[in-house]
């Protein structure tokens, strides 16, 4: 989406919702500080179809997997969200919103290459420990991906291809397609505090 469509989810969504769950504003100064569209809508779509469980929509801590009440694993890099905690979430997730860049900068390829760093980890967690924790990457902005930042696009395509990500939402998609992850992590992690039991 260009900012302006976002602009109209993001308010329509807001309107009808009525959330209560954090929307941060955006980096810009002037006339373009505004909320950040693409997280608010992720935000709020997850508060929605959370059926009241928490989440962690900002963790200020490092992602960390336990066995046993110990530490096994922590992430190198703080993610953009984790559910339902950043203690042992069943899911993390990474928001890439860049509607006012002109140019498809440093900034941006860095954050492409934090996603593969995450799932690189993520991934060896499950092979080593066989603990799955889902990886989403959720990216939006028009002229930043599209106009200028095709082969990174391709880069996140190989990184699902490879394993690093679970899923990637572009745009609007996410107003689709969240619904149905949240209901997903929603039960596995009712799995993980009622772990089923051969017999």
Not at 18 to 45: D, V
Not at 171 to 194: C, F, K, M, N, Y
Request: aromatic share 10%; charged share 25%.
């Amino acid at each position: 989406m260009t900012a302006e469509q976002a602009q109209r989810v993001f308010e329509k969504m807001r309107k009808k919702l009525q959330p209560k769950c954090p929307i941060p504003l955006n980096k810009q100064t002037s006339e373009k500080k505004a909320p950040a569209f693409f997280t608010g809508i992720i935000n709020m779509l997850i508060e929605a179809n959370a059926k009241g469980m928490p989440c962690d929509y900002d963790p200020r801590v490092l992602t960390t997997v336990t066995r046993g009440g110990r530490p096994i694993r922590t992430l190198a890099r703080r993610i953009d969200g984790a559910f339902p905690t950043a203690i042992d979430p069943v899911a993390v997730w990474e928001i890439k919103e860049y509607y006012y860049t002109t140019t498809f900068g440093s900034r941006v390829a860095d954050g492409v290459y934090e996603s593969l760093l995450d799932g690189m980890e993520l991934d060896e967690l499950r092979a080593t420990e066989g603990i799955d924790v889902k990886h989403y990457l959720m990216v939006d902005a028009h002229y930043t991906w599209w106009d200028c930042g095709r082969s990174y696009l391709c880069r996140i395509v190989d990184m699902s291809h490879m394993g690093y990500v679970d899923e990637v939402l572009f745009g609007r998609e996410v107003v689709t397609r969240l619904p149905i992850l949240v209901d997903e992590w929603i039960s596995a992690a009712g799995e993980r505090q009622h772990p089923q039991t051969d017999t």
